[in-house]
């Protein structure tokens, strides 16, 4: 149930007429009546502190005899000198706010000899970016809450996260990007128990500039329906203590591709499942390299053989996509949709030796980055190093493997369901610990060497 405006929804009630000569059946068993709310004392939140008022109260399901409840208070909030008001809206038409007023949302639990009480948020919403468009709105469900924000300038975002109760554990989170001038944006999902991240690229269904992207308000990408979907390019641009020479093995803080059905399954965008068992796990770090990991299993269970020909298009191969960022107008997941095929290079790293082949959008005398092998556990670890001249690097990226014989490719799986020299297929990037990250979450070395991403714990 959605609380982020007030409305009551009006219910009809029908009766059905028998003729009194017709045999009466049996009376279905009646439909258990909604169990009440238990009583909410407005004081509870609001004791002793002047102008407050309990503006709704929900239900967010039960649990060993105890009933969760989230509620709504507004506080006044006069503006500063210099600063923007505070306002929450009163209905789902912009311009008509309650100004001067914050908000607080509070979980309640009921059952015990007293109830309990939580302040989960307090927000301020002063119109979150230029455009003055804020909006704050929750999604009361059975064991779950989720905080919805929206707000931008030309630029609009609208982001999700969601939380398990009681013990509001971290859930997911939803980001979508858009820009008001342009046919569509971006959505990303995010799955802390797999550690899979995916984003998708729409068309904006609407001709209203000011309207938001249609698909944003939607829970997964299958109900989005985009045009390509992706798993997102992770990067880590700090590292805030961990010693790059202490990781031995990437995990869930890199992005995964597979070829097996499962939360990481990359898009076979060329050829046949042949069988195999393939991993890919890759990590963008700083603005230079991109860190690669593969373990490939073929049918009959033993370690693919990598072999060379004098053609790297017949070789087993990676290949990377990816947007050179000095020629995109400003950066970031909301620009892909305006990045010139100019901006797309393409390059090739040979497995059997690292060699790298330059690809489409390199001419003259533009160099490739180069392949490095690492040292360490599984059968292949190497990184890819951009040439200096070439930061900032990736403001998009997609990855490929292919399996070949020798003569031909015969399958290959990507990280998206990529289109030959289309901008918006690729993925953007996002910074585990940059503009995008929750502050709770965070990128450790565990005590087998293993580069994980560790999920908030909660509010």
Known sequence: MRFGRLWMPLFLLAMLAFPAFAQQPAAAPAAPK?????????????????GCKLLWSGDAGSQDKRRFIISEVALPHPAKDGEKKCRRPQ????????????????FSTYGGLLPEHRKLFELCNDGYGSANIGEDSFIVGKQHVTYRQAGGDNNRWVWARSYALPNLGYAGTMRCDYKTNTSGGHIRLMNYETG????GYSPQESDDSQSSFVDCDSDNLSAAKPKYKAIDTKQISSFLGIKLEDVKRLGTCASIMTSQPGPYQGHAIYGQDDGADVMVRYLRINDDRLWIELRDVEADKTPRVFKSTDNWANDDRIEIWWLDQRQIPGKGAVDLEDAPRRALRQFSV????????AGYGYGGNQKVPEAERRQGGLPLAFQIIWPPDQYPSPA??????????GNATKVM???STFKYADPQSLSPVYDLQGGDRDPREACVITKDGVLDLIAPKGL
């Not at 209905?91 to 509070?106: A, M, P, T």
Request: hydrophobic share 40%; proline share 3%.
């Open 413 to 415: 799986w990507a990280s």
């Open 91 to 106: 209905d789902k038409r912009y311009g008509e706010f309650l100004d001067n007023v914050s908000q607080e949302i509070w």
């Open 396 to 405: 998009g990226l997609a990855l490929s493997y292919a399996h070949a014989d």
């Open 34 to 50: 909604a169990e009440a709310l238990p009583r909410i004392n407005p004081d509870d939140f609001c004791k002793g502190r002047q």
């Open 350 to 357: 040979r497995l059997s030796d690292l060699k790298v082949f």
């Open 196 to 199: 899979s991240f995916t984003s």
